[in-house]
C-alpha cells in the first residue's frame, strides 16, 4: 500500500511542473500556403467604413448630469471627511480592543487600586469642585510613586514656565501704559 501512495504522489508531484513545448517543423515536410484571417473567421468582416454618431441626451440623462454637478462638492468633502476620519476611528477602536485585552488580563491588586482612586475622585466631587483631581492624583500617587513623581516634575517646569510667561506679559503692560516718557520728569534718579 505504501507503494501505491508513493507512486501517486510523485506522478502528482510531477502535474505540477511548468515547462514550455517548442514545436519544430520537419526539415522534408514541404511549406504550406498561410491561410487569410477573413477564411477563418465564422462571420464575415464588414467591407464599409463605420462612423461613431452620439447620441442625443434625453431629459432625464440631463437631469442626473445636472445633480451630478449639484452634489459633486458635497460627495468630495465627504470622501475627504471620511478618509481623514478613518485612521482617527481605527485607531480608536484599537484602542478599546487593547484596553478590553488589558483589563481582561489585568495585573495582581490593578481593580482595587483603581477602586480606592475612583472612590478618593467621588469623595472629591463631594466635597468641592476644585478637590477632585487632587484627591484622585493624591490616591494615585499612593500607588504609583515614580509616575507622581515624574508628573509632578512636569507639572511644575510647566507652571513655572507659564508664571514665567505671565510676568514677562505684565511687565511689558507695566512699562507700556505706565511708564510714558512724560512721567520720567517725576521719576527718582532724573533732574
Not at 448630469?65 to 481623514?84: M, V
Not at 491588586?109 to 476644585?130: D, E, S, T, W
Request: hydrophobic letters at 35%; glycine letters at 8%.
Amino acid at each position: 500500500m505504501f507503494k501505491v501512495i508513493q507512486r501517486s504522489v510523485g506522478l502528482a508531484s510531477l502535474s505540477l511542473l511548468a515547462f514550455k513545448v517548442y514545436a519544430v517543423p520537419k526539415k522534408d515536410s514541404p511549406p504550406k500556403n498561410s491561410v487569410k484571417v477573413d477564411d477563418l473567421s465564422l462571420y464575415s468582416v464588414p467591407k464599409g467604413q463605420s462612423k461613431y454618431v452620439e447620441e442625443s441626451r434625453s431629459p432625464l440623462g440631463e437631469s442626473i448630469s445636472q445633480l451630478r454637478h449639484y452634489c459633486e462638492p458635497y460627495t468630495s468633502w465627504c470622501q475627504e471627511t471620511y478618509s481623514q476620519t478613518k485612521p482617527k476611528m481605527q485607531s480608536l477602536v484599537q484602542w478599546g480592543l487593547d484596553s478590553y485585552d488589558y483589563l481582561q488580563n489585568a495585573p495582581p491588586r490593578f481593580f482595587p487600586r483603581l477602586g480606592v482612586i475612583g472612590f478618593a475622585g467621588l469623595i472629591g466631587l463631594f466635597l468641592a469642585r476644585v478637590y477632585p483631581p487632587g484627591f484622585m492624583g493624591l490616591a494615585a500617587s499612593l500607588y504609583y510613586p515614580q509616575q507622581a513623581i515624574v508628573f509632578a516634575q512636569v507639572s511644575g517646569e510647566r507652571l513655572y514656565d507659564w508664571g514665567l510667561r505671565g510676568y514677562i506679559v505684565i511687565e511689558d503692560l507695566w512699562k507700556e501704559n505706565f511708564q510714558k516718557p512724560g512721567n520720567m520728569k517725576n521719576s527718582p534718579g532724573t533732574k
